[in-house]
C-alpha cells in the first residue's frame, strides 16, 4: 500500500494538482486536510472518475476539512470531536488490507505560544492531550496516524531550533506534547525512523518567503506514524519537495509511505 498525507490548503482550488499527483505518484489512499469545503461541495465524483472512487469526507464551510480517497474500498469509516469543538478535523477508515488510517489536522494555535492569552493555543494543547490519552487507553495496532499535526517536534524539523524556540510548533511545550503523545500513545514516527535522526526534513514552508526554495525556511509539519507491528513493514518514505514549486501551490507538501 502506497499512502500519502498532504494539506491541500483547499481541495477545490487545487483539484487538477492533486489528481496530478494521483496519478504520477501511484498513490493507493489519500488523506487530506484543510481540504476548506462543505461535503456537498467537494469533487467527488472528478476522484472517482479517476481512480479513487472510495471516500471518507468530512468538511466545513471555507476552514478545515479531512479526506480519505482510496482506490479499494474502505470501511467503518467514523470520526471523533476534540477539544470540545466541532470542526472538522478527523476522520478514520480502515482499508482493504485491514489497515486502520487516522487521519488529523491539530490546530495551529495562533501566533502567542502562552494558552492563558491565547485561546487557539490553549485549544491545541488540549487537542494533543486530548490525542494521547485516547491512545493510551486504545493502544494503536494495525493502524497508521497521519496529518499536519502543526507541530515540528525536533531540532532537525525546523530551519533553525534556536530561533524558533519561542515560536508556535516548535515551543518546548508542544514539541514535549507531541513526543509523549508518540511514545506514550504508541506510535513509531515512520519517516524520521527512516531518514534517520541526522536528516534535516521539512514539509511545509511560508507563503510569506519571497524566494522559499533559496531561503529553505522550512518545518516538519505533516507527519506519518504506524503502530510498532507494523513499523518493520515500511519500505520507503519520501517527501515531495518539488510540489511546492508549481503554480499556485499549498503550502505543504505530500509525504508519502509505502507498507
Given at each position: 500500500?502506497?499512502?500519502?498525507?498532504?494539506?491541500?490548503?483547499?481541495?477545490?482550488?487545487?483539484?487538477?494538482?492533486?489528481?496530478?499527483?494521483?496519478?504520477?505518484?501511484?498513490?493507493?489512499?489519500?488523506?487530506?486536510?484543510?481540504?476548506?469545503?462543505?461535503?456537498q461541495h467537494f469533487p467527488a465524483a472528478a476522484f472517482a472518475e479517476a481512480g479513487w472512487p472510495y471516500q471518507a469526507?468530512?468538511?466545513?464551510?471555507?476552514?478545515?476539512?479531512?479526506?480519505?480517497?482510496?482506490?479499494?474500498?474502505?470501511?467503518?469509516?467514523?470520526?471523533?470531536?476534540?477539544?470540545?469543538?466541532?470542526?472538522?478535523?478527523?476522520?478514520?477508515?480502515?482499508?482493504?488490507?485491514?489497515?486502520?488510517?487516522?487521519?488529523?489536522?491539530?490546530?495551529?494555535?495562533?501566533?502567542?505560544?502562552?494558552?492563558?492569552?491565547?485561546?487557539?493555543?490553549?485549544?491545541?494543547?488540549?487537542?494533543?492531550?486530548?490525542?494521547?490519552?485516547?491512545?493510551?487507553?486504545?493502544?494503536?495496532?494495525?493502524?497508521?496516524?497521519?496529518?499536519?499535526?502543526?507541530?515540528?517536534?525536533?531540532?532537525?524539523?525546523?530551519?533553525?531550533?534556536?530561533?524558533?524556540?519561542?515560536?508556535?510548533?516548535?515551543?518546548?511545550?508542544?514539541?514535549?506534547?507531541?513526543?509523549?503523545?508518540?511514545?506514550?500513545?504508541?506510535?513509531?514516527?515512520?519517516?524520521?525512523?527512516?531518514?534517520?535522526?541526522?536528516?534535516?526534513?521539512?514539509?511545509?514552508?511560508?507563503?510569506?518567503?519571497?524566494?522559499?526554495?533559496?531561503?529553505?525556511?522550512?518545518?516538519?509539519?505533516?507527519?506519518?506514524?504506524?503502530?510498532?507491528?507494523?513499523?518493520?513493514?515500511?519500505?520507503?518514505?519520501?517527501?515531495?519537495?518539488?510540489?511546492?514549486?508549481?503554480?499556485?501551490?499549498?503550502?505543504?507538501?505530500?509525504?508519502?509511505?509505502?507498507?
Amino acid at each position: 500500500m502506497k499512502l500519502a498525507t498532504w494539506n491541500i490548503n483547499s481541495v477545490r482550488l487545487r483539484l487538477p494538482l492533486v489528481l496530478q499527483f494521483l496519478q504520477d505518484a501511484d498513490i493507493d489512499v489519500l488523506c487530506l486536510q484543510e481540504t476548506k469545503t462543505e461535503d456537498q461541495h467537494f469533487p467527488a465524483a472528478a476522484f472517482a472518475e479517476a481512480g479513487w472512487p472510495y471516500q471518507a469526507i468530512r468538511g466545513e464551510k471555507s476552514y478545515n476539512g479531512v479526506a480519505i480517497l482510496a482506490r479499494q474500498p474502505i470501511s467503518r469509516i467514523t470520526h471523533r470531536e476534540w477539544a470540545g469543538k466541532t470542526d472538522c478535523r478527523h476522520i478514520s477508515a480502515v482499508t482493504a488490507d485491514g489497515v486502520q488510517i487516522e487521519n488529523f489536522y491539530v490546530p495551529a494555535g495562533g501566533d502567542i505560544a502562552d494558552p492563558q492569552e491565547n485561546p487557539k493555543f490553549a485549544h491545541k494543547l488540549q487537542f494533543i492531550s486530548e490525542m494521547t490519552q485516547h491512545f493510551l487507553a486504545h493502544p494503536p495496532q494495525r493502524q497508521i496516524l497521519v496529518g499536519d499535526l502543526n507541530v515540528a517536534p525536533l531540532a532537525e524539523d525546523v530551519w533553525s531550533s534556536k530561533q524558533l524556540l519561542k515560536v508556535v510548533s516548535h515551543t518546548p511545550v508542544e514539541t514535549d506534547a507531541l513526543k509523549a503523545l508518540i511514545a506514550d500513545g504508541g506510535w513509531h514516527d515512520a519517516v524520521r525512523g527512516h531518514f534517520g535522526a541526522d536528516a534535516r526534513l521539512y514539509s511545509w514552508w511560508s507563503y510569506r518567503a519571497r524566494d522559499w526554495a533559496a531561503s529553505d525556511r522550512g518545518r516538519r509539519l505533516d507527519h506519518i506514524w504506524v503502530s510498532h507491528d507494523l513499523a518493520d513493514a515500511v519500505q520507503d518514505v519520501s517527501i515531495h519537495r518539488a510540489l511546492r514549486g508549481v503554480e499556485k501551490p499549498s503550502d505543504h507538501v505530500p509525504v508519502v509511505i509505502s507498507i
